[in-house]
């Protein structure tokens, strides 16, 4: 028990109080009017220059979000959240064309640097051969709602790739928006997708030409920055026949007291045989020691496996927000199809986690697999939500399902509540979880060797994550890592 | 929003048929109070549907419709052929308790119980004003539901058994509830309170007399386990095919005491039964199980709460079911563990075999706890007959029927071995086979 008070004592001294990343940075920046209405979506359609059908999308789904009501089903507690006190629109005043990144306010980018992201460099890591030479990361770094800096396009419009904010792709690519946006993500999902299809401000768009495997990692960083903004990002990634795309996406975000409301919507379409992977590192402020203030997250993310022999993969390590609310889901539509769900959950001082997926077999011979892991500390609620269904079409559907909880002191929670549907014989469907504390003989045999019980609990939470550690991309590998040790400071050594 | 829009057909024709039955259900002063008062709770909110998660899978909105008038007490002719019915599902040495149609029928059930057991009709202390017996026939705290209300409001009659301190029972009491008319409800609550340091074997029984079509059972059964006692306790759900049933049993396991239940749904063409087990003394142990066989269009749907309200118990729940035609199983099964229950040991394991294209399995086998020195694991699969097991069966002569009652046989196996009485077991496989055999 020594063990367990040492940590627990160790979190609680360190905790969320000194989240690392808590700082403000103070621009100018240039606001709608408070509240929710009609105007306020014609404002932000007007300031990005919409065309009709964009504003008309828009007011269609602020309509449809009028009829609607908070879902209440998940497992967190937060005060109401008054829609009407919020900015949905905040942008850095735009100053003149950017050429390259030396016009960018400095400030901007010292925060960045501040946060390690390196926007400047190429990453090149040691050791990385990649048969398309070497590895690359563009930015697409959003800065609260508007896309501030894009590097690399070169690059990319050689390979036919299109990578931009999504508001120049509504612009230049009408087409193709018109086409996906809101295919996989209707705008009457749910409440907070809705919402977002009603006053979403920027996001990333990606397109992948036929057989074109994309030359480098794309790489998007969300910053939330103004006080009260409301952040709602809109991502969509088509992967064309036979293309492959891996997109990373990381973010956190300043200090403060009042709670800020994130709800961003991702779809991602896979066309026959074209793959995709999402890689997401999320770690905004999480609240102090107190349980106030952090972000609300509420995100709809899903993918829509299309085509035959498509693929999409998730994977997320997932340490900040004070509620997190997300579920990356896979539609596996396309015969022989895959979905992919790996998740890192770490939930310490007062956050609510409420995570999981959604693995949908429609196709024949489909695939999908998940493997999370919840680590809860502190006064923390963790819960994995999952549902995996195959549709009576969905002959041969598979699915394997692990999901680990570890819990750390005990006053914190974790749950699991999966739910496993199948319509069809040939269905094969597994699941499996446990939820235990670390196991004394495992620390006692670290101690024993000459690790201190800090060393032998990071040594044990580190083989306990390390299915998902190794589906991140090496550039995020190396930050998840970090992450962890911030977020659990004190246990992990 | 959608109650709004379904409960005032339902409330309405709810509110008529508790007005109606009014007179004929027993007790007066508090106990017809907390009838009025449960009775208002199920029509404040009528019955569940998909929108209630509880109920997600089984819609009662859809699958019910409405709940039927309340059977008329059984005349003579009812008796009768209860009476036959009795005969074929009863085993052997089993202290035999009948209610028919809801009511407790002294006429067709065993007279002198061991020495240690008290057995009462419900009927006859909710009407002679035994007010300290009546306190908790009609409460339960243990779970908020609204299938439990409208039990509580409407329930006519049942078996009161009290088990004395230390009393170790040789004859498994068996309440089989049998149900005479068509299109009608019965609505039955009975009691089981093993004091400490008891043994006794439960057996309940749903089935119907010859010609009974279309009814609904509703039962409740609370069960008490004292310290240091035991209860081996059996369900067997072999109602008409077109009749439902809907039973809730609230059980509280005493310290260093053990509860091992199976229940088999193999008739009725909806069921729910739905289980909430709390440990209120340490050093406790659960085994719960669960079998569902179904086939035409039958929905079966076994619900399962495991509360680990104190440290160092333990739990183990099995379920399989084997589901053929449109078959509809459910499985929800939940593990609790409170804050400071550690040392909890909770293990579930579901399993479902589809045989056919039609049949729909759902699991949800959840977890929610609360303590760190815990030790909680839950598994689930679903597939079908493995073909290399029936090609080896096939090579040795067997017909592919056969072959596969066989391979069903095995896979439900594993939930009914927990049975340690090898006469009750032989009861348990009875039903089984009952139902493999009607498969043809």
Not at chain 1, 5 to 20: F, N
Request: contains cysteine; charged residues 25%.
């Amino acid at each position: 028990m020594a063990a367990v008070q040492e940590t627990v004592d160790r979190v609680r001294q360190i905790d969320v109080d000194q989240y690392r990343y808590g700082f403000e940075t103070i621009i100018e920046s240039e606001k709608a009017p408070k509240g929710l209405s009609e105007d306020t979506i014609r404002f932000i359609s007007a300031k990005k220059n919409e065309p009709a059908w964009m504003l008309e999308w828009r007011l269609e789904a602020y309509r449809r979000w009028l009829t609607m009501q908070e879902p209440t089903w998940a497992r967190v507690d937060y005060p109401k959240i008054d829609y009407q006190d919020l900015y949905y629109y905040s942008a850095p005043k735009p100053k003149k064309e950017i050429a390259s990144l030396d016009e960018i306010d400095p400030e901007i980018l010292k925060t960045y640097e501040k946060l390690g992201i390196p926007l400047r460099e190429v990453e090149v890591l040691e050791g990385v051969v990649r048969p398309e030479g070497e590895r690359k990361v563009a930015v697409d770094a959003v800065f609260d709602s508007v896309s501030v800096a894009t590097t690399f396009q070169e690059e990319l419009k050689k390979a036919g790739v299109i990578f931009m904010p999504i508001s120049h792709a509504i612009q230049q690519h009408p087409e193709l928006v018109k086409q996906y946006l809101g295919s996989v993500v209707p705008t009457s999902d749910n409440f907070f997708a809705t919402l977002n299809s009603a006053v979403f401000s920027d996001g990333s768009f990606v397109y992948v030409p036929p057989g074109v495997r994309c030359p480098m990692e794309l790489s998007t960083y969300f910053r939330i920055n103004e006080r009260n903004t409301g952040q709602f990002e809109r991502t969509l990634i088509i992967a064309d026949k036979g293309s492959y795309v891996s997109y990373l996406e990381g973010c956190t975000a300043p200090q403060r007291d009042e709670n800020q409301l994130h709800a961003a919507v991702v779809e991602l379409v896979t066309l026959d045989d074209a793959e995709i992977k999402y890689s997401t590192v999320q770690n905004w402020y999480p609240g102090n020691s107190e349980g106030k203030g952090g972000i609300f997250n509420f995100v709809t993310k899903r993918g829509d496996c299309r085509g035959a022999n498509s693929k999409i993969s998730w994977t997320q390590v997932e340490t900040g927000s004070a509620i997190t609310w997300k579920y990356p889901s896979c539609i596996l539509r396309g015969d022989n199809s895959r979905g992919e769900f790996y998740s890192i959950a770490i939930s310490n001082g007062y956050q609510q986690v409420d995570s999981g997926t959604k693995m949908l077999h429609l196709g024949k011979n489909t695939t999908s697999r998940i493997i999370s892991k919840g680590i809860a500390a502190g006064k923390s609620q963790n819960t994995y939500r999952g549902l995996v269904t195959a549709h009576r079409k969905a002959t041969n559907a598979r699915n394997f399902t692990a999901c680990d909880s570890l819990l750390i002191g005990d006053k914190c929670g974790a749950h699991t509540v999966p739910y496993i549907e199948a319509k069809n014989t040939s269905a094969l469907f597994e699941h499996e979880a446990t939820t235990s504390k670390i196991s004394e003989d495992v620390l006692f045999y670290c101690v024993q060797r000459g690790l201190s019980q800090e060393e032998a609990v990071g040594l044990v939470v580190n083989g306990f994550v390390r299915d998902v550690l190794q589906q991140l991309p090496m550039e995020f590998a190396v930050e998840a890592q970090k992450l962890i040790s911030i977020s659990l400071e004190g246990s992990v050594g | 929003m959608d109650v709004a829009l379904v409960k005032p057909a339902t409330e309405r024709a709810t509110r008529e048929l508790f007005a109606a039955a009014r007179d004929r259900l027993p007790g007066s002063g508090p106990v017809s109070e907390a009838r009025q008062a449960a009775f208002d709770d199920f029509a404040r909110r009528g019955l569940p549907y998909r929108r209630i998660e509880e109920w997600k899978y089984t819609d009662l909105r859809t699958l019910l419709r409405e709940i039927a008038p309340l059977a008329a007490a059984p005349d003579q002719a009812a008796l009768a052929s209860a009476a036959k019915a009795v005969t074929a599902y009863v085993a052997g040495d089993a202290y035999k308790l009948v209610l028919v149609d809801g009511v407790f029928a002294p006429q067709l059930s065993d007279q002198t119980p061991e020495t240690g057991v008290e057995v009462r009709a419900l009927r006859d202390i909710l009407e002679n004003n035994d007010v300290a017996a009546r306190a908790d026939l009609l409460t339960t705290t243990a779970a908020s539901d609204t299938m439990i209300s409208l039990n509580t409001a409407m329930a006519t009659d049942g078996i009161v058994i009290d088990v004395a301190e230390n009393a170790k029972l040789t004859r498994p009491l068996h309440i089989v509830h049998i149900a005479t008319q068509s299109s009608t409800a019965a609505f039955t609550r009975s009691l089981l309170r093993l004091a400490n340091g008891a043994q006794a074997t439960l057996v309940e029984s749903f089935v119907a007399a010859e010609g009974a079509a279309a009814y609904q059972a509703h039962d409740s059964v609370v069960l008490w386990i004292g310290d240091d006692a035991g209860l081996q306790h059996v369900r067997l759900v072999e109602d008409a095919r077109d009749a439902a049933n809907i039973s809730t049993a609230i059980v509280t396991v005493g310290a260093k005491a053990t509860f091992n239940s199976l229940n088999l749904t193999s008739g009725a063409a909806v069921s729910r039964y739905q289980g909430f087990i709390k440990f209120s003394g340490e050093g406790s142990h659960a085994d719960v199980n669960g079998v569902n066989l179904l086939n035409g269009r039958q929905h079966g749907d076994t619900t399962l709460v495991l509360d680990h309200a104190v440290p160092h118990c333990s739990s183990n729940e099995v379920f399989r079911a084997v589901l053929d035609d449109q078959a509809h199983s459910v499985f929800q099964g939940k593990i609790i563990v409170r804050p400071d229950a550690q040392k909890t040991d909770g293990r579930m394991m579901t399993r479902a075999l589809l045989l056919s294209d039609g049949a729909e399995a759902d699991n949800k086998p959840e977890l929610e706890i609360f303590a760190d020195d815990v030790s909680c694991g839950h598994g689930a699969t679903i597939g079908a007959l493995d073909e290399s097991l029936l090609f080896y069966l096939r090579a040795r002569g067997l017909s592919e029927k056969e072959a596969q009652a066989l391979l069903i046989q095995a896979f439900v196996g594993e939930a009914i071995e927990s049975v340690a009485d090898d006469g009750l077991r032989d009861v348990v496989i009875g039903a089984a086979e009952r139902w493999l055999a009607a498969r043809g």
